[in-house]
């Protein structure tokens, strides 16, 4: 079977076509565009038609490569953690323009903003939180990679930072509705990192009771939320006695992140 067979058998988009055929080769993605005529060997083969079976049964392709790129860096990912999406860099934006002395990044998944701030002021003191030990591995993983000096800790919301106070807090939190429709199209993501309980604000609930209790005076407490959370979220913020709560939209002009300064 050459490249060009392989791509039109695959059954699947063609971009992610050539991603994984990419992957499963070796090659660069423009070199499997360029020379549709090479032929593969039987490993090779079978190693891509098999991904592209995962990939037409729904499978991410973050999930199938096993690592996915968020603000510059390539970040492994399973199961275990939600995948970085792009609209998430605003929230590392705007925790950088704040530069920040100390940040806590609750709930981190796979460390992708933690590492991110981390990379770009490498003398703030960074910690990241998560109650799942197995996403937390996948964090130590990324963090190893890159060198990068984030203290990783294991427990629930602030449970791990017990008396500490922070220049920054930072979350993208569980925010999807239990019965959101669109549930139905991430079968492969963990539940933990997706469900917000009936109206999607459970976690920012929490956040904004505790923060508080966690930040520096002048210190901002910043989450990530879905389309239309914005008010619900800012009074949150302002229930909890935060100040200068503001909105900022994603470049899909959504309102994306909502914070408030103690």
Known sequence: MTVGEALRASNIDRREARLLLAAATGFS???????????????????????????????????????????????????????????????????LDRNPASVLDVGTGSGAIALAIKRHRPKARVVATDASAAALEVARRNATRYSLDVELRHGRWFEPVAGERFEAIISNPPYVVVDDPHLAALPYEPRLALLGGADGLDAFRVLAREAPAHLLPGGWLLME????????????????????????????????VSGGKL
């Open 29 to 95: 993605e423009g070199s499997v565009l360029a020379h549709p005529e090479r032929q593969l060997d039987a490993e090779t083969e079978s190693r891509f038609l098999e991904m592209s079976a995962r990939r037409a049964a729904g499978e991410p392709v973050a999930y199938i490569l096993g690592h996915k790129e968020f603000y510059g860096l390539e970040l492994a990912v399973n199961p275990a953690v939600l995948i970085p999406r792009p609209e998430t860099e605003l929230l590392v934006d705007l925790a």
């Open 225 to 256: 939320h879905g389309a239309g959370q914005q008010d619900a979220v800012r009074a949150l913020l302002e229930a909890a006695g935060l100040e200068t709560t503001a909105s900022w939209p994603d470049l899909a002009g959504i309102p994306r």
